[in-house]
């Protein structure tokens, strides 16, 4: 389960900022990986049975930084960074200095945009849609609130080649207007046993469900 950041941007100390496992009897309480802001979607790769989880960047640096984050975490233990560096390149300016470099910390696969909110994420192993989406992942963006130009309010697709990211392309769009205005923020993304993909909306209030009809 994620333990997010109990702010937008500070030091707290272990157990945020960070994924951990518990035993259902609540022992054995570990921390996974730490340096994640606020991850909200996690899966394991369907073959591999590896992490791969979105996280949230911070705001107030601006429209275009930092972007959100595709991470993966083949081992226990790995640090991603916050609040030192962001999206493995951008130290940050209050916290970042020269005993925390970028260089310490595992990059993200992906950067998914500034401020898109990636949200919920799954691997799909579905059988219905075509076999191009075999084993990508899926990922509902929420959308920006505070950009001058909102972006997001989508759901993406990743496409691997081993742990490599090969193509990062729409899946589902429209929910934001031309205008700027939304009528929708997808929330969370979910294969089902026939195929079919569901995604919640948490503004419009219902949950879609996406269907291959064939060509």
Known sequence: ?????????????????????????????????RGIRNSVGFDWHPTTHELWFTDNGRDQLGDDVPNDELNYAPTTGLHFGFPYCHEGTVADPTF???????????????????????????FYTGTSFPSAYQGRIFIAQHGSWNRSIPIGYRVMTVKLTGTDVTSYDVFAEGWLNMD???????????????????????YADVIYRIEYLGT
Do not use: Q
């Open 1 to 33: 389960m994620p333990i997010g950041g109990p702010c937008n941007i500070c030091d707290p100390g272990d157990p945020y900022a960070s994924i951990v496992r518990i035993d259902p009897d609540g022992s054995n309480f570990e921390i996974v990986a």
């Open 96 to 122: 970042g200095d020269e005993a925390h470099p970028c260089g310490n910390y595992t990059a993200p696969k992906l950067t998914l945009g500034p401020h898109v909110a990636a949200l919920g994420m799954r």
């Open 180 to 202: 700027g205005s939304k009528w929708g923020r997808p929330v969370d993304v979910l294969p089902m046993a026939d195929g079919s993909l569901l995604v919640s909306d948490d």
